[in-house]
Nanobody, 123 residues
Framework: QVRLVESGGGLVQAGGSLRLSCAAS????????MGWFRQAPGKEREFVAA????????TYADSVKDRFTVSMDNAKNTVYLQMSSLKPEDTAVYYC????????????????WGQGTQVTVSS
């Protein structure tokens, strides 16, 4: 079993930055994928960014590429999402996920989910 706890969400003005953290505990594996997803009101949950536990592979949604950076601190079992140049359309609940994923951006491959953290970007 893996427990994921997100933190770092909040209210920020457009153009600002936030860093989300996801601390993993329990049984983790070097072959895990760690993903960030988000869900806005009335919309489906969508992929944002992901990284292999090794840190050797990352992938991003086109909508956040060049603005968001995902990284891994293996010593702390923590994955980060650095978000810059935030836009109002980035407003959503952000979820961290983990699992033996074959494809990093495929939501259904993830087995474990955090409780989510709210990010609100004001215009």
């Amino acid at each position: 079993q893996v427990r994921l706890v997100e933190s770092g969400g909040g209210l920020v003005q457009a153009g600002g930055s936030l860093r989300l953290s996801c601390a993993a505990s329990g049984r983790t594996f070097s072959s895990y994928g760690m993903g960030w997803f988000r869900q806005a009101p009335g919309k489906e949950r969508e992929f944002v960014a992901a990284i292999r536990w090794s840190g050797l592979s990352t992938t991003y949604a086109d909508s956040v590429k060049d603005r968001f950076t995902v990284s891994m601190d293996n010593a702390k079992n923590t994955v980060y999402l650095q978000m810059s140049s935030l836009k109002p359309e980035d407003t959503a609940v952000y979820y961290c996920a983990a699992g033996f994923v074959r494809t990093l951006d495929y939501l259904r491959d993830y087995d474990y989910w955090g409780q989510g953290t709210q990010v609100t970007v004001s215009s």
